[in-house]
Nanobody, 117 residues
């Protein structure tokens, strides 16, 4: 049973914007923090941003001031608004529920973000 589905990736020019969506099952959305991660081939997956059930947020230093994570409780969806994109933001982006600040569910397919310089 798929519990999280990522969407919204694509190709964008440096300096541009994209909004990623993470649609969650109702139970997961209401019980767990949700976070966005990204991975580049050959590197470890890294945490990008997270948002708690209550709406508290945290960001990786590399994206602070450029990315914004939010949640829509009516749609069971978490968004990642990415602005001022850089080539180094190019990665496959994944969302996951967090349990004790660690990813909790099997990873989905992710969504590819490519920033052309």
């Amino acid at each position: 049973q798929v519990q999280l589905v990522e969407s919204g990736g694509g190709l964008v020019q440096a300096g541009g914007s994209l909004r990623l969506s993470c649609a969650a099952s109702r139970s997961i959305f209401r019980m767990y923090s949700i976070a966005w991660y990204r991975q580049v081939p050959g590197k470890q997956r890294e945490l990008v941003a997270g948002i708690s059930v209550g709406g508290s947020t945290n960001y990786a230093d590399s994206v602070k001031g450029r990315f914004n994570i939010s949640r829509d409780n009516t749609k069971n969806t978490v968004y990642l608004q990415m602005n001022s994109l850089k080539a180094e933001d190019t990665a496959v982006y994944y969302c996951n529920a967090q349990h004790f600040f660690k990813p909790y569910l099997p990873w989905g397919q992710g969504t590819q973000v490519t920033v052309a310089s």
